[in-house]
């Protein structure tokens, strides 16, 4: 079965240093990989998404995510943090089975939070 | 904007009650799906609708299902509510094809006492 697993409940960075949260998947066969990003009390927002190619993929306000397909890994990455990137993010795995919509398999979540 | 539009935002239902939650997808877009998101939890798949029918469907009892109409527009209704129904109920649409990506509304809030 497909899987998802974000090791760590909560990450705490300063302002201006780079940040990096954890994804590791288990999937059958190639995966199709997202991180979305949840402020309070709203919903889910689209970050980027790893279909296949380059294996560093651009996102939205400058966030990037490196796929490792030996390690199994779909880490989030930013250069440089900012207060405001403090949310709740969530790696997925697509279900592949279906060609018409299918499911997004989600981990857990990681509390990212970005002190001044 | 993805364009998904739910209501109601926030509920508040009592044990036993039946809610009925909504759904309005952005124009064209006829696939909805509907995840729980439990408190401190990753949404969770209930299931989905493509052409007025539930094509899949995750790990929830038969208390909860749903209705597509012929305008795409989408039900979520759950019977007997329980107190763990509490969560943040989210409808979402593919954008397109096999290597699209899944928007979300920002939910509905539901409560049971």
């Known amino acids: 079965a497909q899987s998802v697993a974000q090791p760590e409940d909560q990450v705490n960075v300063a302002e201006g240093n780079p940040l990096t949260v954890k994804c590791t998947y288990s999937?059958?066969?190639?995966?199709?990989l997202f991180w979305y990003v949840q402020y309070p009390n709203r919903g889910l927002q689209f970050l980027l998404k790893?279909?296949?190619?380059?294996?560093l993929v651009k996102g939205s306000y400058g966030f990037e995510a490196e796929f490792n397909k030996s390690q199994t890994s779909f880490h989030l990455k930013k250069p440089s943090a900012l207060v405001s990137d403090s949310a709740l993010y969530f790696c997925?795995?697509?279900?592949?089975?279906?060609?018409?919509?299918?499911?997004?398999?989600f981990g857990q979540g990681t509390e990212l939070s970005v002190k001044p | 904007d993805a364009g998904v539009t739910q209501s109601p935002t926030h509920l508040i239902k009592t044990r036993g009650q039946q809610v009925t939650l909504r759904c309005s997808p952005k124009?064209?877009?006829?696939?909805v799906s509907w995840y729980q998101q439990a408190l401190g939890q990753g949404p969770q798949f209930i299931f989905q609708?493509?052409?007025?029918?539930?094509?899949q469907r995750g790990n929830f009892p038969d208390r909860f299902s749903g209705h597509q109409f012929p305008n795409y527009s989408s039900e979520l209704n759950v019977n007997a509510l329980l107190l763990g129904d509490s969560a943040l109920y989210l409808c979402?649409?593919?954008?397109?094809?096999?290597?699209?990506?899944?928007?979300f509304g920002e939910g509905s809030r539901l409560t049971v006492l």
């Open positions: 609708y493509y052409e007025e029918e539930e094509r």
């Open positions: 997925a795995v697509r279900d592949r089975l279906y060609n018409q919509g299918g499911k997004l398999i």
């Open positions: 790893y279909i296949t190619g380059d294996n």
């Open positions: 979402a649409m593919w954008t397109s094809g096999r290597t699209g990506e899944l928007f």
């Open positions: 999937v059958s066969g190639n995966p199709y």
């Open positions: 124009s064209g877009h006829d696939t």
